[in-house]
T-cell receptor
Framework: EADIYQTPRYLVIGTGKKITLECSQTMGHDKMYWYQQDPGMELHLIHYSYGVNSTEKGDLSSESTVSRIRTEHFPLTLESARPSHTSQYLC????????????FGPGTRLTVL | QKEVEQNSGPLSVPEGAIASLNCTYSDRGSQSFFWYRQYSGKSPELIMFIYSNGDKEDGRFTAQLNKASQYVSLLIRDSQPSDSATYLCAVTLVKGGFKTIFGAGTRLFVKA
C-alpha cells in the first residue's frame, strides 16, 4: 500500500491568505507531482519534481509554487489565495526509474471565500 | 488532437456484464500504459499497467494494448455495482521527456 500523505485534508480560508499544502511520502520515490482537479473534471498537472532541488511547472498555469528540499517532502504554496483557487489538490509520487506508476495521496479540498 | 483521448461516457452496463473502456494516444513511441480507477470524491488508484502488445489479465480486469493502432483498452468481466467509478487512462509519452498524461476519464455505471 502506498504511503503518501497530504495535510490538511480540508481547508476553508479567506481571500488573500497565504497557504501551504503539505505532501509527504515514505517510499523514497524520486518523482512527485501536484494535480488540480475540480469535481467531475479531469486531472490537471500543475507542478512536478524529478528529485531534490528539481521542480517544473506542469501543463496548467498555476499561481502556486513548490519546493523540493527533501526527497520525501513536496509542499505547494499559494502566496495569496483567491476564490478561483478553490479546487481539489492531489499529490502523487512514483519510483520513476522503470515506470511511472503513480501513487496518489488522499487530496486536499481547498475552498477560498 | 489530445495526447490521450477517452470517451467521457457515461457507460452503463448491467451487473454481470463485460464493461469495455477504450483509450487512444497520439505518441507512437509511448512505452507505458496505465489504468486508474477513481471513485467519486476519492483519489485515483492504479489498477492495471501494461507495457507490451497483447492482453494482460488480473482477476476480473484485462488490459489490452495495440501499439500499431495506438489503442489501449480495459475490460471488466462480471461487472459489479462497486465497479461504478471513473476510469482514467494514462500514457507515458516519449516526447517531452517521458511525461505521463492522463485522459479525461470514462464514467462507468454498473446497474444492479
Amino acid at each position: 500500500e502506498a504511503d503518501i500523505y497530504q495535510t490538511p485534508r480540508y481547508l476553508v480560508i479567506g481571500t488573500g491568505k497565504k497557504i501551504t499544502l503539505e505532501c509527504s511520502q515514505t517510499m523514497g520515490h524520486d518523482k512527485m507531482y501536484w494535480y488540480q482537479q475540480d469535481p467531475g473534471m479531469e486531472l490537471h498537472l500543475i507542478h512536478y519534481s524529478y528529485g531534490v532541488n528539481s521542480t517544473e511547472k506542469g501543463d496548467l498555469s498555476s499561481e502556486s509554487t513548490v519546493s523540493r528540499i527533501r526527497t520525501e517532502h513536496f509542499p505547494l504554496t499559494l502566496e495569496s489565495a483567491r476564490p478561483s483557487h478553490t479546487s481539489q489538490y492531489l499529490c502523487a509520487s512514483s519510483e520513476g526509474t522503470r515506470s511511472d506508476e503513480q501513487f496518489f495521496g488522499p487530496g486536499t479540498r481547498l475552498t477560498v471565500l | 488532437q489530445k495526447e490521450v483521448e477517452q470517451n467521457s461516457g457515461p457507460l452503463s452496463v448491467p451487473e454481470g456484464a463485460i464493461a469495455s473502456l477504450n483509450c487512444t494516444y497520439s505518441d507512437r513511441g509511448s512505452q507505458s500504459f496505465f489504468w486508474y480507477r477513481q471513485y467519486s470524491g476519492k483519489s485515483p488508484e492504479l489498477i492495471m499497467f501494461i507495457y507490451s502488445n497483447g492482453d494482460k489479465e488480473d482477476g476480473r480486469f484485462t488490459a489490452q494494448l495495440n501499439k500499431a493502432s495506438q489503442y489501449v483498452s480495459l475490460l471488466i468481466r462480471d461487472s459489479q455495482p462497486s465497479d461504478s467509478a471513473t476510469y482514467l487512462c494514462a500514457v507515458t509519452l516519449v516526447k517531452g521527456g517521458f511525461k505521463t498524461i492522463f485522459g479525461a476519464g470514462t464514467r462507468l455505471f454498473v446497474k444492479a
